[in-house]
């Protein structure tokens, strides 16, 4: 009997979710306890995406080789474990094929287009071996390609959805087979116009799970990693951090945006835009509880977490006085957008503008080196210098921006720290700077035992 599901959810698995047979029987454990769970989004096992990102950046054939057995082993460890392995191995295998392949002609001509297309190859195994462990435990499965819905602009490595051909598509391809399976498909790919493979950019699994909800008006997305929520800052830099239960879609959106990376950056916006709650936990400690990402929390404090995000450049501005700063502000600006720069960051003085700009992010293109044209046309206006090898280093809150004491609770633990770059009173909820990474991590553990322990 075909049976409705209004209220259905979205669940995402990471990595190390499905990093091997057992986290992966553990992840169906949590799909097949949730009656109302008729989507699974999954990422690639845990350090396959890496590799064939390597492998697409062009190896020499030996390295090639080592890399493509090490993918190799991960999926048959895999299916050496299934009870029925025959089909779904050569089906594996096939894919393996299409990576040797691929690597080999991105070892004579590399190319974002390319290397989408075998980055992509880490879901579609992932999604496939899910599937059939789940067929496995008796559920009533179909395994979809993503591709299909997700349609994006044509930017490799970092492309962007659009958003009424992805609703359209999801209606039409997916909500029919809702109501007849769980449907597993795959996080972080999509097609362009012309049909060819695309990606979110890293970490990208998280905004296909709430672009799924978003254009099916899910009930919940629920994001399952390796840690029981969102912390008041990275676990791994701070043991002491600690969860927070519940937090609103603004706080946990800057969170993400400023380098958390237990969310891709864009993950909150479409659930923001249909007001779709969502729920972080662990896959491997379910009783453990998570957070609850929402519309509005009670009692918003002043301090909520602090972020960091790596791999950031300063690039300072320095004009050479021949032309009047509002001038020299607008021939800058307008450089910086004919090369297509994201700047993150700005500061000014009158003759000087000091850049953040970010370097991780992409699949491809992220080696954090200017490029040379921008430079060029960047130096016959003005004096250039850039700093590579910074952190940013984000706290997190409510109305900083007017609160006394801020400023004193900050700078006193940024005293030790030989701080690049700062930005406060732009946004009301955060303060920010820019630090050499080397120092960042201990600069965030003061901070942090300052101002939440
Ligand atoms: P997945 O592969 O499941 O998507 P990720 O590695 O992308 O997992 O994200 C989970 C990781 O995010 C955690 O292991 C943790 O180290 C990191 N992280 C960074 N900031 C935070 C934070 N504020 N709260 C929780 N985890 C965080
Ligand atoms: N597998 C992709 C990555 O490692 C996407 C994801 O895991 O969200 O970046
Ligand atoms: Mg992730």
């Known amino acids: 009997m075909t049976r409705v599901y209004p209220q259905f959810v979205v669940a995402k698995f990471g990595g190390t979710s499905v990093a091997d047979f057992d986290s992966m029987n553990r992840s169906a454990g949590i799909v097949l306890a949730d009656d109302h769970v008729r989507l699974v989004v999954l990422s690639a096992s845990a350090g396959v995406t890496n590799l064939l990102v390597e492998l697409s950046e062009g190896l020499e054939s030996h390295e090639r080789m080592d890399k493509i057995d090490t993918l190799r082993a991960i999926q048959h460890n895999i299916i050496s474990r299934l009870k029925s392995p025959s089909v779904i191995g050569k089906e594996i295998d096939q894919l393996l094929e299409n990576i040797t392949r691929l690597a080999e002609v991105a070892s004579i001509t590399p190319s974002s287009a390319l290397s989408d297309d075998l980055v992509s190859h880490g879901e579609i195994m992932s999604s496939l071996l899910f599937a059939e462990v ?165 009692a918003p404090p002043l301090y909520r977490a602090i972020a960091v995000r790596r791999k ?87 109305q900083l921006h007017s609160s006394v004491g801020v400023c004193r609770d900050v700078f006193f633990e940024l005293e030790k720290s030989c701080v690049r770059m700062i930005c406060h009173g732009a946004a009301n909820d955060i303060l920010c700077f820019l630090l050499p990474d080397d120092v960042a991590d201990d600069t965030i553990s003061a901070l942090h035992r300052r101002l939440f322990e």
């Open 134 to 298: 789940l067929r496995e435990r008796e559920a009533r499965v179909e395994w979809f390609d993503a591709r299909k819905v997700i349609r994006t602009t044509p930017l490799y490595g970092c492309a962007e959805p659009h958003l009424n051909l992805v609703e359209k598509q999801a209606e039409t391809h997916l909500r029919p087979r809702l109501e007849q399976a769980i449907v597993v498909t795959q996080g972080f790919i999509g097609s362009d116009e012309n049909g060819r493979t695309t990606t979110l950019g890293r970490g990208g699994s998280d905004y296909t799970a709430s672009l799924l909800g978003e254009a099916l008006h899910a009930a919940r997305i629920d994001i399952w990693t390796d840690v029981a929520g969102i912390y008041t800052t990275d676990p791994r830099i701070v043991a002491q951090a600690q969860r927070i239960d519940h937090i609103s879609f603004a706080e946990a959106s800057n969170m993400a945006a400023f380098g958390a990376k237990v969310l891709h950056p864009a993950t909150l916006l479409p659930a923001m835009r249909k007001n779709i709650p969502v729920f972080i936990g662990s896959s491997k400690n379910t009783a453990a509880g998570g957070t609850l990402v929402r519309r509005e929390t009670e």
């Open 312 to 398: 950031q450049t300063l690039l300072k501005l320095h004009s050479l006085n021949t032309q009047p700063t509002h001038m020299f502000f607008a021939k800058m600006f307008a450089i910086l957008a004919e090369h297509q720069v994201d700047v993150e960051l700005v500061t000014t003085t009158e003759q000087s503008i000091a850049l953040a700009l970010n370097g991780t992010g992409c699949t491809s293109g992220n080696d954090n080196s200017l490029p040379t044209a921008l430079l060029t046309a960047l130096s016959s206006h003005c004096r250039v210098e850039s700093e590579t090898g910074l952190a940013l280093v984000t706290l997190i809150g409510n």
